[in-house]
């Protein structure tokens, strides 16, 4: 079992940075898939971002557009630890962020769909204001 705690979210303003944490417990936090998804207000959970690993060795990102250049994913394996940072952040970035983990790795599993995902964390939100 794998438990995943978010950190990180906040109020900020448009054009502002933000740091987000995702601290997961277990021991093979190397070989798993870590993404973040958000949701907001009456809107679909939809894909940010995703670190995937093939064995503990490789790692792939993806971003979904519209974060692409403004938020990076990053991740500490000492400290089974997965970041997400966001800059130049917009009032539609306004959201719940959640941390997800997939214990699945192939290169053939879709990392952008959530029921790639087999853990879940329990959100933070991220209030951008214009």
């Known amino acids: 079992q794998v438990q995943l705690v978010e950190s990180g979210g906040g109020l900020v303003q448009a054009g502002d940075s933000l740091r987000l944490s995702c601290a997961a417990s277990g021991r093979t936090f190397s070989n798993y898939a870590m993404g973040w998804f958000r949701q907001a207000p009456g809107k679909e959970r939809e894909f940010v971002t995703t670190t995937t690993s093939l064995g503990s060795i490789t790692y792939n990102t993806y971003y979904a557009d519209s974060v692409k250049g403004r938020f990076t994913i990053s991740r500490d394996n000492a400290k089974n630890t997965v970041y997400l940072q966001m800059n130049s952040l917009k009032p539609e970035d306004t959201a719940v962020y959640y941390c997800?983990?997939?214990?699945?790795?192939?290169?053939?599993?879709?990392?952008?769909?959530?029921?790639?995902?087999?853990?879940w964390g329990q959100g933070t939100q991220v209030t951008v204001s214009s």
């Open positions: 997800a983990g997939s214990s699945r790795s192939s290169p053939y599993i879709n990392y952008r769909s959530s029921t790639s995902y087999d853990y």
